[in-house]
């Protein structure tokens, strides 16, 4: 079975800086997709970023990027110039490319950004 | 165009009642998953259903819960003689058919349930 882990409980960054993510996970397939997503306090689920397994090039959405290393099995959200929007869980999940496609996330990370 | 929609939003039931969680999934969306999202933790995987089938529910809890997604209608998490453990925000998502757009699932804003 799929596993996803986030081993940072919660993590602080100062406005503008930079902050990395860290996440995971294990799995024999090699066909699947990754994700990070971002939970505000208000609960809305919000996809930050994806990344396919059978690309070698990183992700980039704006400030958002990660660094893919697939034979470590690892997958870390960097953000820069960090802002205080960017205050809230962070979940790394893995999505296989079999009859289902569903989610299986991580523990999540509370990022707070500080003023 | 609307995004996913869930209610209702908050939901309190007694130990022993009955629970309903409905979803309408985006405009011309086929695919919906059911999450549940315990206080504290990540979201765990409960059901996937295509209209009037349900594809994988490995996620299930065996007895009280059950799902469906009619051909018209919302999808509807029902969960029977609810206990203070199904206390969580139950989360809705959506995708479109063939696999359109990447995989993406967009979620609803969730359902939390407490339990007296």
């Known amino acids: 079975a799929q596993t996803v882990t986030q081993s940072q409980p919660e993590m602080s960054v100062q406005e503008a800086e930079t902050v990395t993510l860290s996440c995971t996970y294990d799995t024999s397939e090699n066909n699947y997709y990754l994700f990070w997503y971002k939970q505000p306090p208000s609960r809305q689920m919000i996809l930050v970023i994806r990344q396919e397994a059978y690309k070698q090039q990183n992700a980039t959405e704006n400030r958002f990027s990660v660094n893919f290393q697939k034979a470590a099995k690892s997958f870390s959200l960097k953000i820069s110039d960090s802002q205080l929007g960017d205050t809230a869980m962070y979940f790394c999940?893995?999505?296989?490319?079999?009859?289902?496609?569903?989610?299986?996330f991580g523990s999540g990370t509370r990022l707070l950004v500080r003023p | 165009n609307a995004g996913v929609m869930q209610n209702p939003r908050h939901l309190v039931r007694r130990r022993g009642q009955e629970a309903r969680l409905r979803c309408s999934p985006m405009k011309g969306h086929s695919h919906v998953y059911w999450y549940r999202q315990l206080p504290e933790e990540g979201l765990k995987f409960m059901v996937y259903?295509?209209?009037?089938?349900?594809?994988?529910e490995s996620g299930m809890p065996k007895e009280r819960f059950s799902a469906e997604f009619p051909k018209e209608g919302p999808s509807i998490l029902r969960i029977q003689q609810v206990v203070r453990g199904d206390s969580a925000a139950y989360f809705c998502?959506?995708?479109?058919?063939?696999?359109?757009?990447?995989?993406?699932?967009?979620f609803g804003p969730g359902t939390r349930l407490t339990v007296l």
């Open positions: 999940a893995f999505m296989m490319r079999d009859s289902s496609y569903k989610l299986i």
């Open positions: 259903l295509q209209k009037e089938n349900i594809i994988d």
């Open positions: 998502a959506s995708s479109p058919p063939n696999r359109q757009g990447n995989n993406e699932q967009f």
